[in-house]
T-cell receptor, first 112, second 111 residues
């Protein structure tokens, strides 16, 4: 049973390009959570999705950021027109009916 | 969302005990968790406690929960250099669907 898979592990984008971050949940997990981690700022919640639905997007910036979790395939966090301030580690966590949330290894986005 | 707060940094000497503290606001939390993040890695679950318990011990780890004060702590006995990491507390809300994380406490163990 593979764990939560995030890819790519490292992503470099030039300012103004688009970044697509993927998260494949553990088998049987239908809840996906995205977090952003900045140095010395801790882990910040961005969005919570269940299959095909956004449940809570209170942590998402209003512009340029979007997330989806389609019926088939991974959850995608999309950042359009990236800026230097978007450089961070982005983690997804997934949960099913059990007790805990399982984290992926993260995608480290660097905007140059 | 709910607020979960931790101090950002803690330093201890090798062999001493470490105590990492966390406060939260949701009185209807069902589970409370401690996760560990090593450099360059994701978060891994260390331990969790159900909200109707006040203590849980697992080898060198002791979790204390004061539900009245909404205070959670993690004690690491005989702290080792390998314990240097960021420690996150988290709570699960009463719907069971949402997890709220603290900002993390960076533990540095001095040899």
């Amino acid at each position: 049973n593979a764990g939560v898979m995030q890819n790519p592990r490292h992503l470099v984008r030039r300012r103004g390009q688009e970044a697509r971050l993927r998260c494949s949940p553990m088998k049987g997990h239908s809840h996906v959570y995205w977090y952003r981690q900045l140095p010395e700022e801790g882990l910040k919640f961005m969005v919570y999705l269940q299959k095909e639905n956004i449940i809570d997007e209170s942590g998402m910036p209003k512009e340029r950021f979007s997330a989806e979790f389609p019926k088939e395939g991974p959850s995608i966090l999309r950042i359009q027109q990236v800026v230097r301030g978007d450089s961070a580690a982005y983690f997804c966590a997934t949960a099913g009916g059990g007790t805990e949330a399982f984290f992926g290894q993260g995608t480290r986005l660097t905007v140059v | 969302g709910e607020d979960v707060e931790q101090s950002l940094f803690l330093s201890v000497r090798e062999g001493d005990s470490s105590v990492i503290n966390c406060t939260y606001t949701d009185s209807s939390s069902t589970y409370l968790y401690w996760y560990k993040q090593e450099p360059g890695a994701g978060l891994q679950l260390l331990t969790y406690i159900f909200s109707n318990m006040d203590m849980k011990q697992d080898q060198r780890l002791t979790v204390l929960l004061n539900k009245k004060d909404k205070h959670l702590s993690l004690r690491i006995a005989d702290t080792q250099t390998g314990d240097s990491a960021i420690y996150f507390c988290a709570e699960r809300d009463n719907t069971g669907n949402q997890f709220y994380f603290g900002t993390g406490t960076s533990l540095t163990v001095i040899p």
